[in-house]
């Protein structure tokens, strides 16, 4: 389940390559997260063009708050509005090349009523989004490395569209911090385009 392999050449990276495993995070240790701003970090390496779903809050009754996959054409960063998904969408497959580290930022922000999707420090896809704060509601699940949508019945999640990669330095932040912004304050996370040599 973990990696030598790591962004930064430093500790290790949650390996997910080839199974179905997952972290759920539950009572007591699950965040509700009904804010206005949201910013999710993290690290990426994937060869799979199959659907995946690197993270995801989900519930078992309704629309979750938020989740970033991948659909086997695009990459998505969807943030529900109510009972309506609303999405990010960047059409690449070049990132699924399983060779490099790639950072992705992903941002809710109710102020300015917009969700966007950032990757390696260049933002790749935005979409209006007037939620205002995540999705009030109970039974979410807070899922990394595989979706938590519900099978209809209420005490069984799918587990479907497994990730299939190496997933490392997951940051969630009640604010919104660009990736720039973040890389300046802390120059050892800059993704691999713009790291000093």
Excluded at 146 to 174: C, H, K, Q
Aim: aromatic share 14%; with cysteine.
């Amino acid at each position: 389940m973990y990696s030598e392999d790591s962004p930064l050449n430093e500790g290790k990276s949650l390996d997910l390559r080839g199974t179905s495993g997952r972290v759920v995070f539950d009572c007591p240790y699950q965040p509700e997260m009904n804010w206005e701003k949201l910013t999710i970090s993290l690290w990426l390496k994937t060869s799979s063009v199959e659907p995946q779903e690197v993270i995801s809050y989900s519930s078992v009754e309704e629309p979750g708050k938020f989740r970033l996959w991948f659909d086997g054409t695009d990459w998505i960063w969807e943030v529900a509005e109510g009972a309506v998904w609303r999405s990010a969408r960047w059409k690449t497959k070049a990132i699924n090349d399983g060779q490099e580290w790639h950072s992705f930022y992903t941002i809710a922000d109710g102020e300015r009523d917009l969700i966007q999707l950032w990757i390696d420090a260049k933002l790749v896809a935005e979409e209006k989004w007037t939620g205002q704060h995540l999705n009030a509601t109970n039974n979410y699940l807070f899922v990394i490395g595989a979706t938590g949508d519900s099978t209809g019945n209420a005490d069984v999640m799918t587990w479907v569209r497994p990730y299939n990669g190496l997933i490392d330095e997951v940051r969630i932040f009640d604010t919104i911090i660009y990736p720039t912004g973040w890389y300046n304050y802390n120059p050892r996370k800059q993704p691999p385009s713009t790291r000093a040599q």
